[in-house]
């Protein structure tokens, strides 16, 4: 029996061909939960831990002095771990996408099935990292005598989508580009690192009178998601150009990965 394999229009996701495979995107999603916390002590504990950690760090390198610097109206520990549990989407989505392609040669040499699917499951699994450190963000964020506006809850599933349209697109962008070049797979590390000082995770947009470099930071696709997620528990007024500018890289940043992952997907099997 032979499956002709029609090409795809650059610009779309095959919704509708993704769907007849979703029970294949499940279970990739599932085999990648289980992978990642595989002969681990903790498990999915450092779901919890790893954002914890990295908050902790730069709560005792910096946070004194960027809460000096920038009069933040929250603890720096809760500023820094509202990011981080957002930035952790990403970085991790990005890090596992990045690679997927790779990772599952020997899949993608022996079967057709929608190879969005791969890069795409890969983003999800880090979702479940998110939710583990939001049920312990909420108490941290009631211990120092600040809650979730109700008013302003809806922010955070738009916060989640945003940070999800990003790393969708930068790692579909990546998973295609490292099949031919593996030189991507030592660049993601280094590129994910300057992300993180290139995002206000540690620190606030106006802990600089830069205007350029503020403006800079807008352009930032993770930016916008960080400020609306936080901006659904405090009363700072949000930026909302900086928003946009943001909201409009992400979906400048899908489209290019989209149609670049469709454009040379049809190799994939011969070089991955």
């Known amino acids: 029996m032979e499956y002709e394999i029609k090409s795809h229009n650059k610009f779309t996701i095959g919704i509708k061909e993704l769907w007849s495979y979703r029970e294949l995107f499940i279970m990739f999603t599932w085999r990648d939960i289980k992978v990642k916390y595989k002969q681990t002590f ?46 952790n989407i990403f970085s991790t989505g990005l890090t596992n996408s990045g690679n997927s392609m790779v990772n599952n040669s020997n899949i993608i040499k022996k079967i057709y099935f929608p190879r969005l699917i791969i890069p795409f499951s890969s983003v999800l699994v880090s979702l479940i990292d998110f939710i583990m450190a939001f049920l312990i963000f909420i108490p941290l964020l009631y211990y120092y005598n600040h809650s979730f506006k109700l008013s302003a809850l809806w922010l955070i599933p738009c916060s989640i989508i945003l940070t999800c349209i990003s790393t969708f697109g930068l790692g579909t962008l990546i998973s295609a580009a490292n099949v031919k070049y593996r030189d991507f797979r030592y660049i993601l590390p280094f590129f994910i690192q300057a992300m993180l000082f290139a995002t206000p995770v540690i620190y606030p947009l106006n802990i600089s009178g830069n205007k350029f470099f503020q403006l800079l930071l807008e352009f930032n696709p993770m930016y916008a998601p960080i400020e609306l997620f936080r901006h659904s ?16 890289s992400s979906i400048f940043t899908f489209i290019i990965g989209i149609f670049y992952f469709r454009k040379t997907e049809s190799y994939f099997a011969d070089l991955a």
């Open 42 to 87: 903790l498990g999915v504990a450092w779901a919890i831990f790893q954002p914890i950690l990295m908050t902790l760090l730069f709560t005792f390198s910096f946070g004194s002095i960027i809460s000096e610097k920038s009069n933040l109206n929250v603890p720096y520990s809760v500023f820094a771990l509202s990011g981080f549990i957002l930035w």
């Open 233 to 248: 528990f405090l009363s700072n007024e949000l930026n909302l150009h900086g928003i946009l500018y943001s909201c409009l």
